[in-house]
């Protein structure tokens, strides 16, 4: 099945430094990704949409200087938190699709970064 | 902008039993597909069972099985004999028409007791 790879899974950083979350689709190509932050017991709040080649598509609210999104590859997109917060601390997950979006997504195992 | 209610924050079942989660959606759009979602405390994202809206047929993966009103905007998950490892967050999420995107439920909490 497809498997979709997100490291790092856990990650400790310091106020004001920069972090990067990759995520990579191991046995598929994606053209595109998704890029969700789930803060805790509450549900997947979907962040922007990673398109290969081109920008990323963000949704209402969140900053896109703050979160970087970069998706040079058919299998690889970065999310890059720059200038980061204690309230930047949260659990970061990609998904893709395997061709027909009716098949569902994969998701990566996430990230969860702590902004100390 | 898409909603999508699952009305039972936590639910209990034992070992074995049938347990039916709930699901309500709002959608403009004729042609969507529905997914359910696990996530158990790895927080590792799961599909269980997916559904075609343009398909009256209601789909089944083993024990997993869905009711799907598609006038109603309901898409309920039940789960047969259930098993100690169901017990996990479980999301009902239909694609928003005309994109690839994903809408969240706010997660229905699944425990089954031993």
């Known amino acids: 099945g497809a498997v979709v790879s997100q490291h790092p899974s856990r990650v400790i950083c310091k106020s004001g430094t920069s972090v990067k979350i990759e995520c990579r689709s191991l046995?598929?190509?994606?053209?595109?990704m998704f890029w969700y932050r789930q803060f805790p017991k509450q549900s997947l709040m979907l962040m922007a949409t990673s398109n290969e080649g081109s920008k990323a598509t963000y949704e209402q609210g969140v900053e896109k200087d703050k979160f970087l999104i970069n998706h040079a590859s058919l299998t690889l997109s970065t999310l890059t938190v720059t200038s980061a917060h204690p309230e930047d601390s949260s659990f970061y997950i990609c998904?893709?699709?395997?061709?027909?979006?009716?098949?569902?997504?994969?998701f990566g195992s996430g990230t969860r970064l702590t902004v100390v | 902008a898409q909603t999508v209610t699952q009305s039972q924050p936590e639910m209990s079942v034992q070992e074995a039993e049938t347990v039916t989660l709930s699901c309500t959606y709002d959608t403009s759009e004729n042609n969507y597909y529905l997914f359910w979602y696990k996530q158990p405390p790895s927080r590792q994202m799961i599909l269980v069972i997916r559904q075609e809206a343009y398909k009256q047929q209601n789909a089944t993966e083993n024990r997993f099985s869905v009711n799907f009103q598609k006038a109603a905007k309901s898409f309920s998950l039940k789960i047969s004999d259930s098993q100690l490892g169901d017990t996990a967050m479980y999301f009902c999420a239909p694609s928003q028409g005309g994109s690839e995107k994903l809408v969240f439920g706010k997660g229905t909490k699944l425990t089954v007791n031993p």
């Open positions: 998904s893709a699709a395997q061709g027909f979006q009716g098949y569902g997504y994969t």
């Open positions: 046995d598929f190509q994606a053209t595109t």
